[in-house]
């Protein structure tokens, strides 16, 4: 019966020694396809020590919070695709620039500091420049449309 026991802690040692062989060998299969993908940083040290940090359960907090971060994604993703469709038509940018001018002129009227108006009328300038940019391609546009 002994004999039998002497067996099973080198059987053992064996299994581990292949486990352990395995899982070098995963190790240095994710490293090469890491490198192959563009990843020059990537060691073997960084796959071990990712692994490793996910070696754990997830806790509920956790299921939780990467479920809230991937509905704010799927909600940010929705609104840059509506972001991206919608456009400010000529008639649209015009009244944004006539609101800015009447802020502006408020501003300058009602306030006593005549520096503070001035740098607050060259903030909303600047806060419409971008469109007054896109107001002016839109109409140059225009223009060739019409040329032609």
Request: proline letters at 1%; a negative charge; hydrophobic letters at 35%.
């Amino acid at each position: 019966m002994r004999a039998v026991w002497k067996n099973i802690p080198l059987r053992c040692a064996n299994d581990l020694h292949e486990v352990e062989t395995e899982i070098q060998d995963t190790i240095a299969e994710i490293n090469n396809l890491g490198i192959n993908l563009g990843f020059t940083y990537l060691d073997t040290e960084c796959v071990e020590e990712l692994l490793q940090s996910h070696d754990k359960e997830l806790e509920v907090e956790d299921l939780i919070r990467l479920e809230q971060d991937r509905t704010y994604d799927n909600q940010e993703t929705d609104n840059k695709k509506e972001a991206e469709t919608k456009e400010f038509t000529l008639k649209e940018l015009e009244e944004i620039f006539r609101i800015g001018e009447l802020y502006k002129q408020k501003i300058m009227d009602g306030d006593p500091n005549l520096a503070r108006s001035l740098r607050v009328s060259r903030e909303i300038d600047k806060a419409v420049f971008c469109f007054k940019v896109m107001y002016e391609e839109t109409k140059k546009c225009l223009k060739q449309i019409r040329i032609l």
